[in-house]
């Protein structure tokens, strides 16, 4: 039996629809098959043909200490070794939840489950339970898992009553998720004061369309329209909670929401999600309240260790470290597609990053979708080529962990001199 790409990838796809465990590693988007990973350390990964790659997907997000990071492992391995489930209550649950409501002022009890799309779907269900309304506000372009009433977004800049972005989600579902562009405050207003919401959701720091920055006041303002019309609002942080900050989004802009979703970073590279809330409000949540939601896996053993020694490296000088690597790798990108005469531009906050291939700013997903993909399936296909892996997607972050260094950024960089000069011919 072979180990090439090209043979696993056959393989694959004959036993996996696109070959794949979730959709976008396919590579559709910038063509090709995907490399086959047979391992990672640091910023690097390694493919089953033994080629190298600088890592810059991170697993999308939750890797912000590397690829198999010493402390990490140990921490799994120990655990491994007293069992990796119980289905029982341990002491690893009790400790990561005390680290995270430490972290996140807003959080004063949580409950944990085994993905972001879990997370987000019982906060919707706690904020339909705690308001007794059934409407939801989401904004086109945020990712919040693929629950069937989170998988609708606008089409058009006009707010309006979703429609299914995916077979098999009926219209009955979607029905109760209104949605409107990011950033567009007034659209919001409009529609919280006619209809009663049960939550707003939000990502407070959009991933996942590109890298998008809230415009300013816009989250201020959600909170102040959840604050008259006593909608909840929920910061889904699933990408930014321990990113942006060790406090996430909400530190960095100041600001509490009613719920919190997390996910990602605080499971260190293991399957996790967990939502929280002030203690009235997760009061609704069974066993204390009427709000049912359970996981098998949940508070999974292994996870709850690689989460807390992931968390334990994540100090003031950690963010400093990631905030500097961002900013010379965006600096470095700007750098090139300006010499290069390239028409795109670099959004950037903190470690996350996306380059566009269109002229910015970026501020919704009206803007994010005048990107030029078959630019950046080009640009992509060229960093490839010279060992550098990037999310295979126009409309995601980069992602830079504690283990790039400057060495490995500037080779990030050269590579894309080379690539945008490639393209540029
Ligand atoms: C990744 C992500 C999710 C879904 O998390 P999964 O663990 O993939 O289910 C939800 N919300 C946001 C903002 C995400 O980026």
Redesign the pocket.
């Known amino acids: 039996m072979t180990t090439g790409a090209a043979d696993l990838f056959e393989r694959a796809a004959g036993v996996m629809p696109g070959g794949v465990s ?1 959709p976008v590693r396919a590579y559709r988007a910038v063509g090709g098959t995907p490399p086959f990973i047979a391992s990672g350390s640091g910023a690097r990964v390694w493919d089953t043909s033994g080629r190298d790659y600088i890592d810059l997907v991170c697993s ?2 939750p890797l912000i200490a590397g690829h198999a990071h010493p402390r990490v492992v140990e921490a799994i391995v120990a655990q491994a070794r007293l069992g990796t489930s119980y289905g029982a209550p341990s002491p690893r649950e009790v400790e990561l939840a005390e680290v995270i409501i430490e972290a996140l002022p807003s959080v004063e009890m949580l409950r944990f489950v085994s ?6 779907m019982s906060a919707v269900r706690l904020a339909r339970a705690a308001t007794g309304r059934e409407k939801i506000l989401k904004f086109a372009g ?5 629950a069937d009433g989170l998988l609708a977004k606008a089409g058009s800049g006009v707010a309006t009553f979703g429609l299914p972005d995916s077979a098999g989600v009926t219209e009955g579902t979607t029905r109760d998720t209104l949605t409107a562009q990011y950033s567009d405050l007034a659209a919001v207003e409009a529609i919280a004061t006619q209809v009663p919401l049960a939550a707003i959701i939000v ?1 407070p720091y959009a ?2 369309m590109g890298c998008v920055p809230p415009a300013p006041g816009f989250l201020a303002g959600l909170r102040r329209i959840c604050d008259t019309t006593g909608a909840l609002l929920i910061f ?5 909670g321990f990113r942006l900050a060790r406090g996430g989004a909400q530190a960095l802009v100041g600001l509490r929401p009613d719920i919190t ?1 997390l ?2 970073i605080i499971g260190g590279g293991l ?1 996790v ?1 967990a939502y929280g809330a002030s203690r009235s409000l997760m009061s609704q949540v069974a066993p204390l309240g009427p709000m049912y939601q359970a996981g098998t896996l949940s508070g999974n053993p292994l996870a709850m260790a690689a989460g807390l020694a992931t968390l334990s490296l994540l100090d003031v000088s950690a963010y400093e470290a990631l905030d500097r690597t961002g900013a010379r790798l965006a600096q470095g990108l700007e750098d090139a597609i300006w010499t290069h005469g390239i028409e795109a531009c670099v959004q950037r906050a903190g470690s996350l990053l996306t380059l566009f291939f269109c002229a910015g700013p970026i501020r919704d997903e009206l803007g994010a979708s005048r990107a030029d993909r078959s630019a950046f399936a080009a640009f992509h296909r060229a960093m490839l080529s010279r060992g550098v892996m990037l999310p295979p997607s126009q409309l995601e972050c980069w992602f830079v962990s504690l283990a790039h260094d400057d060495d490995t950024i500037d080779q990030v960089i050269r590579s894309s001199w080379d690539s945008l000069k490639e393209m540029a011919r």
């Open positions: 979730s999308w997000g993905s972001g799309t879990e997370a987000a945020c990712y919040h898992g693929h990502e991933g996942n889904d942080e699933v990408i930014t979703c996910g990602k399957p999600g």
